[in-house]
Structures are given as structure tokens and as C-alpha cells.
């Protein structure tokens, strides 16, 4: 997940992100409350999401990391502008979606964000399966 806030590049790994409703698309993430992504997210306004392949592992768990310094945390990265938001999204994700922040609510040391989605694509050119993050490790779709 990325956003801007006054110019600056924000991104997490988001743990949970989910379809909420299809008219309207709206998709939700939860945002810790104690990292500076909160409040970016939440003063922006805007926010894009890139789903990674299997083999991505290394970008999850680099922007899962705290504490990563803010200004070089895309160096060596490949991304491209968001076209409806600006937000940074990675080049080769199996796709991406902008959305504008719809509604957000308590969920305790989290903030839920619902996003309508503005803006989507899928890149047709890759084979692999999204990243999976279950039970405390890394999967395959497959099962593996």
C-alpha cells in the first residue's frame, strides 16, 4: 500500500486487504495506528495498493519493516505515478488499484480504511501467483 503525504512517498505491506462491495468497488485495509503510514493515509486521502508475485518476497518484507528511512525506502525500485492519484505504484505487480478513502473506522490499535476504487489494471504478462502471507510465513497459491 502507498500514499503521498505533502510529496513524500509513504508504503506498508498490508497484512489484510479485502473486497467490501462491488457497486460501489470499495476495498478495505487496516492501518495500524502507530506508524507514520496512519496518518499519512489518512491526511492524503488517496491510496494505491500493488499485489506482488510469490517471487516479490523481499519488497513485503522490506516495507513491512519500521523504522526504514522515508526518503530512500523506493530507492532501487521501479514504480510508476498512480494516473488518478499520483500514489506510487510498483512496476511488474500483478496488478494495482488507486482509490480515494471512502469511510474509516475504530478497529482498535488499527484504523479500518474503506477505499473506493478509482482506478485498476492487471499486467497480463506474468505468470506467477500473488504473495501470500498465512499463519506466519509465506505461501503459494498452490498450497505449497
Request: glycine letters at 12%.
Amino acid at each position: 500500500m502507498s500514499t503521498l503525504q505533502s510529496g513524500v512517498a509513504h508504503a506498508m505491506t498490508a497484512s489484510a486487504f479485502t473486497s467490501v462491495s462491488l457497486d460501489p468497488p470499495l476495498v478495505l485495509v487496516c492501518v495500524d495506528k502507530g506508524v507514520r503510514m496512519h496518518d499519512a493515509v489518512l491526511e492524503c486521502g488517496y491510496w494505491a495498493v500493488s499485489v506482488i508475485a510469490e517471487g516479490h518476497r523481499d519488497l513485503a518484507e522490506r516495507f513491512a519493516r519500521s523504522g526504514r528511512n522515508l526518503l530512500s525506502q523506493f530507492d532501487g525500485i521501479a514504480t510508476a505515478a498512480g494516473p488518478k492519484t499520483g500514489c506510487p505504484l510498483i512496476e511488474g505487480a500483478l496488478s494495482w488499484l488507486e482509490c480515494r478513502t471512502w469511510a474509516t473506522y475504530d478497529g482498535g490499535d488499527h484504523t479500518i480504511v474503506v477505499g473506493e476504487v478509482i482506478s485498476l489494471a492487471a499486467n497480463e504478462a506474468t505468470d506467477p501467483g500473488p504473495l501470500i502471507y498465512y499463519a506466519g510465513q509465506y505461501r503459494e497459491l498452490g498450497g505449497s
